[in-house]
């Protein structure tokens, strides 16, 4: 009766928990983007797949070689066996919550002389464990047999156990956002370099038709020297300018074939088994809705695993502030001792016990509270974190919004500088066919519409790889009710442990 009040009341108060209770706290919010001011996207996207979300590009091989970066990429399956491991990890610390039981059994033969000393000799014997006399002249022999099991239970009282719980908890859902941080990072690496390398695919295209305008330039000046309306020095100076692209666009390969072994890597091939065919850089760049700044905290799952980081460090202050309470265990054993193994099972052989332990540190020299202290300073500065994270992902959009906007504006200015210059050079080839103007002004005027020409590519590179940094930068569509809840990764049966307990993260 005693043993079952005992234990009512450790289990009553096993319910309380020491230590702060969690409550995330305020990030720093802006109402608005301050880029977004003057300039509105005329047709958002409303209809972006939040999984795929490069299919605003509208390009079939950029999609498919997104779509092996979740099945071949291996920074993606590291941080995937991570989230695995932090998983396992929560169950471990789960079962402290239950009892342990244990069962044992062993086979004694003693000898004891006539001093009254014994000396045993330990031997096994069928895997049992068996000890036997030594040499004693003479004395009592005696063989003792016993089985028995054991129980001893950790009682939660102070909550040490359930706070460590809960910052395992945290630490797993901070991997499993790492794991989307993972595949969004690489996602947008492959973005990136995939209209990298469509930028070497147009400016290769540029470089060609230049080389053979070009050719045709210095035609032109051949056949003005060959009338002897023109000077031998207008032949070398055309025949100049067309080795001279002609060296860009051989060097063009090397910067395309980085960018393809690049994306090779990203989807988890060797570069020799990648060939991405060459085509053009795409000229439409999608408009991707920001929203408001508010919902970028629960779209980024950077900023979801800091706000876990904080919890899992809250919960850990709980678990310093339980040692300063005293340790409570309760204790069982049951079994069977005989000297005779036919009688071992016998009623005459039983024997159990119950006990319950306390045991308090009274004194450590000042380290419990320091620990204390090392939690809430870790806290701390996992709050800050989180802060500079929050802050840090409004930049991360400022600045691609601002690159939109400018980059747009400057493509138009630009275009309109290339038609200018196309232009120029048909008037100054007309001119020197006419015998009005020297060559010089066609050789300005052919280096100024390829620079021109040259600077308009780049434009279009940096507003496409702009739009992919906007994207990643507002979540890739990702959303923080995709991180596995605390049920899930508490999901366990006691009654089959060596079951699955690894639960894949959950996809929209």
């Known amino acids: 009766m005693k043993a079952a009040v005992l234990l009512a009341f450790a289990l009553a108060l096993a319910g309380c928990k020491v230590g702060p209770d969690y409550h995330r706290p305020p990030a720093i919010v ?3 983007y301050k880029e977004l001011a003057g300039w509105k996207p005329g047709t958002p996207l409303d209809t972006i797949d939040r ?10 091989l950029l999609d498919r070689l997104e779509r092996q970066i979740a099945v071949s990429n291996q920074n993606l399956i590291a941080a995937q066996a991570a989230y695995e491991q932090a998983q396992a990890i929560v169950q471990q610390a789960r079962a402290q919550l239950w009892p342990t039981l244990t069962l044992s059994t062993s086979a004694t033969r003693q000898s004891f002389g006539s001093g009254g000393g014994s000396a045993v000799t330990p031997i096994t014997v069928g895997g049992v464990s068996t000890t036997t006399g030594g040499g004693g002249s003479s004395g009592t022999t005696r063989n003792v047999f016993s089985a028995q099991s054991g129980a001893s239970w ?5 909550g040490r156990i359930r706070r460590q719980v809960e910052s395992n908890v945290a630490a797993a859902q901070v991997s ?6 993972a595949k969004l990072s690489a996602q947008g690496t492959l973005a990136s370099a995939y209209f990298n390398l469509r930028a070497q695919d147009s400016l290769e295209r540029l470089l060609s038709d230049t080389v053979a305008e070009f050719q ?3 035609q032109i000046t051949q056949n003005q020297y060959a009338a002897g309306v023109a000077a031998r020095s207008d032949v070398i100076t055309a025949q100049t300018q067309v080795e001279t692209v002609q060296a860009q666009l051989i060097a063009v ?3 395309r074939a980085q960018f393809e072994h690049a994306i090779a890597v990203l ?5 020799a088994e990648l060939t991405i065919p060459k085509a053009p850089l795409a000229t439409r760049v999608p408009v991707v809705p920001a929203g408001v700044p508010s919902t970028l905290l629960e779209r980024r799952p950077d900023i979801a695993a800091a706000e876990r980081a904080m919890q899992e460090q809250n919960a850990l202050i709980g678990v310093q502030v339980a040692a300063f309470y005293p340790d409570i265990t309760l204790s069982a054993n049951f079994g069977y001792q005989s000297s005779a193994i036919g009688k071992l099972f016998s009623l005459a052989s039983q024997f159990w016990s119950f006990g319950a332990a306390a045991s308090e540190t009274l004194f450590a020299g000042g380290a419990r509270t320091a620990a204390v202290a090392a939690a ?5 500065q996992a709050v800050a974190n989180y802060r500079l994270t929050v802050l840090t992902a409004f930049q991360q959009v400022e600045d691609q919004l601002a690159a939109l906007r400018i980059l747009e504006q400057q493509a138009a200015a630009e275009a309109s500088a290339v038609r200018s210059a196309q232009q120029a050079v048909s008037i100054a080839l007309n001119e020197y066919r006419a015998g009005t103007a020297a060559y010089t002004a066609v050789i300005t005027a052919q280096a100024t519409e390829l620079a021109d020409e040259e600077t308009l590519l780049a434009i279009q590179q940096s507003r496409l790889v702009a739009s992919v940094g906007l994207i990643e930068a507002l979540g890739g569509g990702w959303d923080a009710a995709r991180l596995p809840s605390k049920g899930e990764l508490q999901e366990w049966n006691p009654i089959l442990p060596s079951g699955p307990i690894m639960k894949p993260l959950r996809e929209p």
């Open 216 to 218: 045709r330039a210095l």
């Open 154 to 158: 950790d009682i939660d009282v102070w």
């Open 376 to 380: 809430r300073a870790a806290y701390d």
């Open 51 to 60: 999984g795929a979300w490069w299919s605003v590009y509208r390009d079939p």
């Open 30 to 32: 802006s109402a608005g």
């Open 267 to 271: 989807t988890g091939v060797p570069p």
């Open 253 to 255: 390969g090397v910067q």
């Open 176 to 181: 499993a956002a790492d794991v989307s941080s």
